[in-house]
């Protein structure tokens, strides 16, 4: 019901950044807490980050001090600044959202490769 659109994937060596973006197109009605997933080839799907309205951040043990999530309510949009990238990073990330930590919704995925 409510359409995520990611961008910013791509292919970066070791030690490279991205910043992956993730708009809503609707209102604000439907979506407490945004965020993003990740599933590398073989494992299951794992959460990277999310973020609620108040604006803190929650972040796999794995990701911190790497990736930076931020958050405009107004306009239904998230940003995850990933920096220090390692090749275990590389997944098909997903934005999701919904009104509570469980994602009600979600976008196609947009690949991060991150070469040795």
């Known amino acids: 019901q409510v359409p995520l659109v990611e961008s910013g994937g791509g292919l970066v060596q070791a030690g490279g950044s991205l910043r992956l973006s993730c708009a809503a197109s609707?209102?604000?009605?439907?979506?407490?807490?945004m965020g993003w997933y990740r599933q590398a080839p073989g494992k299951q799907r794992e959460l990277v980050a999310r973020i609620g309205r108040g604006g803190s951040a929650t972040y796999t043990d794995s990701v911190k001090g790497r990736f930076t999530l931020s958050r405009d309510n107004a306009k239904n949009t998230v940003s995850l600044q990933m920096n220090s990238l390692k090749p275990e990073d590389t997944a098909v990330y997903y934005c999701?959202?919904?009104?509570?930590?469980?994602?009600?919704?979600w976008g196609q995925g947009t690949q991060v490769t991150v070469s040795s």
């Open positions: 999701a959202s919904g009104l509570t930590v469980t994602p009600a919704y």
């Open positions: 609707t209102n604000s009605l439907y979506i407490n807490v």
